[in-house]
């Protein structure tokens, strides 16, 4: 059970009696600019918790943004607040807070693209800012980031369907107009930006390394002038990106270590050989790639590049082999094989120096922490337990455990895999869609697992809203306590 500090306690008391004296409206924001109060010597992250705390209790008001920001203040997240978050709001921290480096203004879908515009012409510090979300921001918006923010080096603009290759231009400007060169993180998820913005990105922010452009319009072929690029993540995911790119990328971005190309159906086996020339790649998400076999396409792969993985997503692959991953993946920490079908769940062959013996997958990976089986469909020429205990038996590592889906999993598994496995660590299980399983055996890995945090069992048909509150009693005796949910 977590103790709190006495910061934590003292936050919160302040937090709690804040409402009996905050009680200035959003007019008092424009008529009082700037109000001495008794907040001005809390640092940004002090006020941050504040916030934060307000938020979680449900009691976050104007009054409380009237007195928290001041002008010391240097970092600020209001994503947790966004359905309050107006221009006018947004018009006193561009006012008062002008030494503001870190902005977040994830899911602010009430602010205009004026009160936007005037972010970069009031904060011209930022070296990080969110927009996520935020639906009024437009190609204006990121020109004068670029012309007014020359330190910004972290912008998020995820689903901010109005921004355009337009925007990119004028953030990125050209060799004989520089501008915003200091970009190292750049997350332009479902935007409007194509090939060409993507290029001109590419060839303008040489310290660039992270990117994200998932369910973005790449299609198109693109260039890239420069000889190496320093990115290291990059998300194509749900993008129409072709082999003949991803060679143009891995060419050029030799230091990539995180790729996800999830849904990229217009990829194929050849991306694999280019991928497989990337000497530093740690995290792999290819699911959902239909043109891409687990046999023999994954597999070569896995042989030649699965050792250095710690991270791999193969969800909805068809036929895949648990000895392979167990053989050639060593490192893993991350497994995703949600919506994978005729998985064989295999013993894995180990041959030392010193002897011969079979393993699970558990034990052939051990540092195997997070294992994502949804919806998995396995080969029926043994049981489900037998798959199930040659992938999970005697796994000491393992912190996140999603079963959720999976049918014909069964009480007598959940027992089989309780006694089976070291489970001193599990923080998370999923359990929902099981329909099989019932209150005892939940009840009884509540009492095994004493570390757990969440439980998820929606949508088990044999376990009742009821059943669901005597576990969280069981979860309490137990001195555990679980986040239970239940629908």
């Not at 993507?198 to 660039?208: A, D, H, V």
């Amino acid at each position: 059970m977590s103790v709190k500090t006495l910061e934590k306690l003292s936050l919160e008391s302040i937090a709690k009696g804040m409402s009996l004296w905050c009680n200035s409206s959003i007019v008092d924001l424009n008529r009082f600019k700037y109000v001495l109060g008794p907040f001005d010597g809390l640092n940004s992250g002090l006020i941050q918790e504040l916030l934060d705390i307000l938020c979680e209790k449900k009691q976050i008001r104007v009054s409380h943004f009237h007195v928290l920001l001041h002008s010391n203040i240097k970092h600020v997240d209001l994503s947790a607040c966004s359905s309050l978050i107006s221009d006018q709001i947004i018009s006193a921290v561009v006012f008062r807070c002008k030494k503001i480096t870190q902005l977040f203004l994830k899911n602010c879908s009430r602010l205009s693209t004026k009160a936007l515009k005037k972010i970069p012409s009031g904060l011209t510090r930022l070296q990080s800012i969110d927009l996520s979300g935020c639906l009024a921001c437009t190609d204006e918006v990121l020109n004068l980031l670029g012309t007014l923010c020359p330190e910004l080096t972290v912008l998020r603009v995820e689903s901010c369907t109005l921004l355009t290759d337009a925007g990119l231009a004028g953030l990125c400007a050209d060799v004989k107009n520089p501008k915003c060169r200091r970009l190292k993180e750049v997350n332009l998820s479902s935007t409007g930006v194509t090939s060409y913005g993507i290029q001109k990105l590419l060839n303008s922010q040489q310290e660039i390394q992270k990117m994200s452009l998932a369910m973005t319009n790449s299609v198109e072929e693109f260039d890239i002038s420069v000889p190496s690029i320093k990115l290291s993540s990059l998300d194509l995911s749900y993008t129409f990106i072709t082999d003949t790119c991803m060679k143009i990328l891995c060419k050029s971005c030799p230091l990539l270590c995180d790729l996800s190309l999830n849904c990229c159906t217009s990829l194929t086996v050849i991306s694999l050989e280019f991928i497989a020339s990337l000497a530093h790649l740690k995290v792999l998400r290819i699911g959902d790639n239909k043109a891409m076999k687990f046999h023999p396409h994954l597999a070569q792969f896995l042989v030649k590049s699965g050792n250095s993985l710690k991270v791999l997503d193969i969800s909805g692959m068809d036929r895949v082999d648990t000895e392979i991953l167990g053989v050639c993946c060593k490192s893993l920490e991350t497994l995703n094989m949600a919506d994978c079908t005729k998985v064989t769940g295999s013993y894995i062959h180990v041959s030392t120096a010193d002897e011969s013996k079979w393993v699970t997958l558990a034990q052939a990976c051990p540092k195997l922490s997070i294992l994502n089986l949804h919806n998995c469909h396995f080969l029926h020429h043994k049981s489900l337990a037998e798959h199930l205990l040659a992938i999970l038996s005697n796994s000491t590592e393992l912190q996140e455990l999603d079963l959720s889906g999976i049918e014909k999993l069964s009480d007598e598994i959940i027992l089989q895999l309780i006694q089976s496995s070291g489970l001193l660590l599990l923080r998370s299980v999923n359990l929902s869609m099981c329909s099989e399983i019932s209150v005892e055996s939940v009840e009884l890995l509540i009492k095994t697992c004493k570390g757990l945090s969440q439980l998820n069992l929606s949508h088990c048909r044999n376990i009742s809203l009821c059943d669901a509150e005597n576990l969280k009693k069981v979860a309490r005796d137990s001195k555990s306590t679980p986040k239970i949910a239940w629908i």
